[in-house]
Structures are given as structure tokens and as C-alpha cells.
């Protein structure tokens, strides 16, 4: 009890101070458990561990909680797999996960079978794990660097579509392992048993989609059931397919997850937002016992060969998968070299080499006195392959991008705090312009109507914690708080403020800031201080137009402008290669050929005192 109850409690420690120090939490999670498990005999008493997965989960429990643990994961992995999103970098995508895959695979097996001296079959399995990446150990580190577009889509799309796929080709590499009973009988027995997985694992993940779309759209599941039953068809999709074809539960859970992912279901983000606590608390508990159950003996055992495998892995398999798959991209060197640096390891590939790792073990009559040794080595070699990759790259992945040149110059994106009838229709605007835009909300009807115009939306509260491992914000450099509540406006500003710095976060004012006329307005007050929320839906309420004055060579710009201030709301300015400036409460500079973006709007009462001589 005692044991159980610390280790859900340390894994949720470890994920705060993952959240504090910036870094993936499966650096912190993996290194607590093994300072409970095999670091701490060295001061035990007895030389005993302060805990042990297998003393909390005996034998079949553990593989089972194990087993079960991955398959949640890799459902809400599945839930997060968009398909539109990827055709911009489909053809690259597409080769990173075929030639890169096989690339990784190849060279994953011979190095370990050449440089560690693991037998081919433990290899094999090994070049088969290492195959996965992972968006929990990608997406701080894309959020810390803020690379180019195109190498953020591309390593954020191969780290969602690898976890399933490195899964399922983990399950090809172990059926190879188990059933390799002659040089001449395996290579047909595993095809056969892979493509009869496949088939079991997409038949039983699509009829299971299909069941819960029903459930959910006719309404048969209560809405305070709804994330606990969904949460109960995912583990007996993935027992029952599990159970009539070994290994295809996790390819069933995961294709049930991509179906759902890809249908219109308003429940969904609930069901999301549910599936992630889950998966924190399985993964804090999970890589606690997982790195817990492995001896001191296996990791002093690695000795100077598993750091030469390390620094092939890195630096030689990484960068050909990666130049091979890119060949006919449009990607430039400085931008490959970039996304070959990037490739940690992540919680698939640790969870399914402790999946492994445990069957094979336990089977160990069944194998050669070799086999059942690499085994046992095959834990500690991945573990220390995730640490290694998650620290150099995690640390390192900003000095090579700025000495690369890849880093994105200005973040062009806007997210908007609320999806209010005005934020859609000046997202809209913006995103006709070829700005990215999000529209952040916890009301469905507004969120409804944002995806009818086609903008890009995310439910939930904006305010939360792990709100940047949640939504992508890679490429948005302002924040305009535009919710009726002015509380949560400015609470959202000060959150995002650190992010995105002081100068391009806004707030539309509040009621009662627009009404005290003496009261000196926010810097960071919307559109030149000149409308609160209410004033704003009456203007956007009917048909609105967004107004062009380009301050032309004329020199009558200002003139214009000092006329026609008491008219107007000005939104933004166009610069002369196309980017947007947010207009706060002071206008900035209008330069020459530059363009000024406004509404007509003749209400007398919203004079403000702002500076129209640009302060000089």
C-alpha cells in the first residue's frame, strides 16, 4: 500500500517538476525511478530497492497493467491524429515514416548487433523500438526552439504517426523473436502472424469507432458517463483483441482513436481532455515501476559499447533516415540537419520494451541461454537510449537551431481567448490574409459556428497549466483576449505574457474602463482603446467591413487621420512585406506605403485620448 500510494504521488511530483524545469517528463519520471529502484541499494541496509514494480505487481498483474497502460496511451495518442493537418507535408511525412522507418530499423539492428554484441533476434527488436519518437518529448522542445513551419509540421507529424506505427512494428520484431523456431520457418510465420495482426487490429479498432460514434451521437451513454465508458470499450477493445490475436490490441486501440479523432463528435474534446489525466497518471506510474524493476547490475552492465551505440543511433541512423527521406523535398540543408539533430525517444518506445522485455522473460524456457540474457539487457539499453536522446537533444536543440539559422523570425499566428461572433469575424479576416489563427473557447455554439467558417479552434480552458503541451502555439505570436469577462482577460494576458513577451499580448477593455472617461486606459487595451466588448458586438452584429487607408506618398495620411478619429476603430497595420501589427492603446508609427486596417464606427462617446502624433 505504502509503496503504491508513493509512487503515484512521486510520478505526479516528477510531472510538476518536468512542468517547472521545461523538460519532458519522462526525464524526470524515469530518473526517480531509478533512484527508488536500483540506485538505492547502494545505501539500502540490505541492498534492497525502496521499491520495486515486481514487488507491487507479481507476474501476470504487472504484464497486464503494463499491457493495458500502453493502450490507453496510444488511444489518445490516436485521438490527437487530425488527417488534414498533415497534407501540407504529406510527401516528406510520408517518407520519414517508410524509408526513415526502415533506415532507423536496419541500422537500429546492426548496431546493436555489431557494436553492443546483441544477438540478431534481440537486435532486431531493438532497431524495432527505437523506430518511435513521441509528442510528449517532442512538443516542449518544439515550443522552446520555434523552428521554421516546416520543420515544426514535420517533426510534430512524425512523432504523432510513429508511436502507433514503431508500436505495431515492435509487435512484427517480437513475433519474429518468439516464433523463430528455424533459419527457414520464420520469415513466413511472422508475415503471416503480421498481416493477420494488422487485419484483427483494424476490423476490431474500426467496429469499436463505429459502435461509440453511435453511442455518443445518438445519445446513449448519460454525459456523466460518457468518459468512464469510453474509457472501459478502449481496454475491452484492447482485451478482446488481444485476446484473439496476440499483440493486435494496441494497433485496434489506436485505430479506433484515429477513426474517432476524424469523425464530427462534439463530445469528443471531453472524452480528449479526460483521456490525457488518465495517461498522466498511467505514464507518472507506469515509468516509475517500470524503471524501478531494473537491476544496478544491467546498468553498470551496459559499459563502453552502449555509449557507441548511443552516438551511432544519434549521429550516423538518425541523419541518413532523415537526408534519404528528404531527398526530393523542399527542404534546405541547414533545415535537414536541423530535423536530424531531433529525434528523442519517448513513452511508446519505453512502455513497449518493458511490454516486451517482461513476455520474454517470462517465456525464458522457451529460448536460448543467449536470447533470455540479451533480453534482460534489452530494458536497460532502451532506457538509457531515452535519457540520453530526451537530455542532449532537449538541452541542446536551441543552440543548434540558432547556430543552424532555423529558428522562426517572427511568429505570425494570433491566438484569440474567446470565440465571440467579433473574434471569428476578425479571425476570419486575418486568416484570409495567410495568418494563422486559433480560437480558444469553452462554449460549443461559439466554437460550432468558428469551425463552420473554417477556423481553427481548440475547447477547452485556455487558462490551465499544461496549456502549451495541450495546443500547438509554434507559430502564434500574439494573444488577443477578447472574451466579455474582463477578469479572464486579463488573467489570460499575464499567463501568456512570459511566452510571448509584453508587447504582443492585447485585451479589449472592460465596461467600466470604456465608461470612466478619466481613468487612463491599458496599455494593452484593443483597437486604440476606443471599444469595450458590448460596443464591439453591436458593430460586428450586422454587416461589417474592414477598411483600407494606405499612407500613400501624398503626405495627406495624417491629416486624414486626425479628421477622421472620432469615425473610426483602427485594428491594424499592414506593414509593406505583408505582416500585421496589433494596434494597442497608443497607435503605433503608420510608415510610408504602410496600411492602416479600421471599421467606421461614428459612436461620439468612445473618444479616447490617445497620442495621433505618434509621440513625437
Known amino acids: 500500500m505504502l509503496s503504491l500510494s508513493g509512487i503515484l504521488v512521486l510520478g505526479i511530483f ?322 535537414k540537419l536541423f530535423i536530424s539533430w531531433i529525434g528523442p525517444k519517448g513513452i511508446v518506445a519505453a512502455a513497449v520494451a518493458s511490454l516486451f522485455s517482461i513476455e520474454l522473460l517470462r517465456d525464458g524456457t522457451n529460448m536460448s541461454e543467449q536470447t533470455y540474457n540479451d533480453a534482460n539487457m534489452l530494458l536497460p539499453l532502451v532506457f538509457m537510449t531515452i535519457v540520453g536522446t530526451v537530455v542532449l537533444q532537449g538541452a541542446s536543440a536551441k543552440l543548434v537551431a540558432t547556430w543552424l539559422g532555423v529558428i522562426r523570425v517572427q511568429r505570425r499566428g494570433v491566438l484569440f481567448i474567446g470565440a465571440s461572433e467579433v473574434a471569428r469575424k476578425i479571425a476570419l479576416y486575418l486568416k484570409n490574409q495567410e495568418l494563422e489563427v486559433i480560437l480558444a473557447d469553452t462554449s460549443r455554439e461559439n466554437l460550432f459556428e468558428a469551425r463552420k467558417m473554417g477556423l481553427k479552434v481548440f475547447e477547452g480552458n485556455i487558462l490551465k497549466d499544461d496549456i502549451f503541451y495541450v495546443i500547438d502555439l509554434s507559430s502564434v505570436g500574439r494573444v488577443l483576449a477578447m472574451t466579455p469577462n474582463s477578469e479572464i482577460n486579463i488573467l489570460a494576458l499575464k499567463k501568456f505574457e512570459p511566452e510571448f513577451g509584453k508587447d504582443n499580448v492585447f485585451r479589449v477593455m472592460s465596461k467600466r474602463e470604456s465608461e470612466i472617461k478619466d481613468l487612463e486606459k491599458p496599455n494593452n487595451s484593443l483597437f486604440g482603446a476606443k471599444a469595450d466588448p458590448f460596443a464591439l458586438e453591436e458593430i460586428f452584429g450586422k454587416e461589417v467591413d474592414f477598411l483600407e487607408k494606405t499612407n500613400t506618398a501624398d503626405g495627406n495620411f495624417q491629416g486624414w487621420l486626425n479628421e477622421n478619429w472620432d469615425k473610426i476603430i483602427p485594428l491594424f497595420i499592414k506593414t509593406v512585406v505583408g505582416n500585421f501589427k496589433v494596434i494597442g492603446r497608443d497607435i503605433p508609427e503608420i510608415g510610408r506605403d504602410e496600411t492602416l486596417i479600421y471599421l467606421n464606427y461614428e459612436k461620439k462617446e468612445i473618444y479616447s485620448d490617445v497620442d495621433l502624433d505618434y509621440g513625437r
Request: proline share 3%; no cysteine.
Open 14 to 335: 516528477a510531472q510538476w517538476l518536468a512542468w517547472k524545469i521545461k523538460l519532458p517528463a519522462i526525464l524526470p519520471l524515469i530518473l526517480t525511478g531509478l533512484l527508488l529502484g536500483p540506485i538505492s541499494t547502494l545505501f539500502t541496509p540490505n541492498g534492497e530497492k525502496l521499491v520495486s514494480g515486481d514487488d507491487i505487481f507479481n507476474g501476470e498483474l504487472l504484464f497486464a497493467f503494463v499491457s493495458i497502460s500502453v493502450g490507453v496511451i496510444l488511444f489518445e495518442g490516436g485521438l490527437t491524429l487530425n488527417i488534414k493537418e498533415i497534407r501540407k507535408v504529406a510527401g516528406t511525412v510520408r517518407n520519414v515514416l517508410t524509408i526513415g522507418v526502415l533506415i532507423t530499423w536496419i541500422g537500429g539492428t546492426l548496431a546493436a548487433y555489431y557494436l553492443f554484441g546483441l544477438g540478431f533476434k534481440i537486435s532486431f527488436l531493438f532497431g524495432a523500438l527505437v523506430i518511435v519518437s513521441g509528442p510528449t518529448v517532442i512538443t516542449p522542445i518544439l515550443r522552446n526552439v520555434r523552428p521554421t513551419e516546416k520543420i515544426n509540421t514535420i517533426l510534430k507529424w512524425e512523432a504523432i504517426l510513429i508511436d502507433p506505427l514503431g508500436a505495431l512494428i515492435a509487435v512484427l520484431a517480437y513475433e519474429f523473436v518468439i516464433t523463430a523456431k528455424s533459419q527457414n520457418e520464420y520469415t513466413f510465420y511472422a508475415l503471416k502472424e503480421f498481416i493477420l495482426t494488422i487485419a484483427m487490429g483494424i476490423f476490431i479498432g474500426s467496429a469499436a469507432a463505429i459502435l461509440l460514434y453511435y453511442l455518443l451521437k445518438k445519445n446513449r451513454i448519460p454525459e456523466y458517463l460518457r468518459n468512464v465508458v469510453t474509457l472501459a470499450i478502449v481496454i475491452t477493445v484492447f482485451a478482446v483483441s488481444d485476446f484473439l490475436m496476440k499483440e493486435s490490441g494496441l494497433l485496434s486501440v489506436t485505430v479506433m482513436g484515429i477513426i474517432l479523432a476524424n469523425l464530427k463528435i462534439e463530445q469528443l474534446k471531453n472524452i480528449l481532455s479526460f483521456k490525457e489525466d488518465v495517461s498522466i497518471i498511467l505514464t507518472s506510474v507506469l515509468f516509475l515501476l517500470l524503471s524501478s524493476r531494473i537491476e544496478l547490475e544491467e546498468i553498470t552492465g551496459l559499459g563502453i559499447n552502449s555509449i557507441w551505440l548511443f552516438l551511432v543511433l544519434v549521429l550516423i541512423i538518425r541523419p541518413l533516415s532523415i537526408f534519404f527521406s528528404t531527398i526530393k523535398s523542399n527542404l534546405n540543408f541547414k533545415e
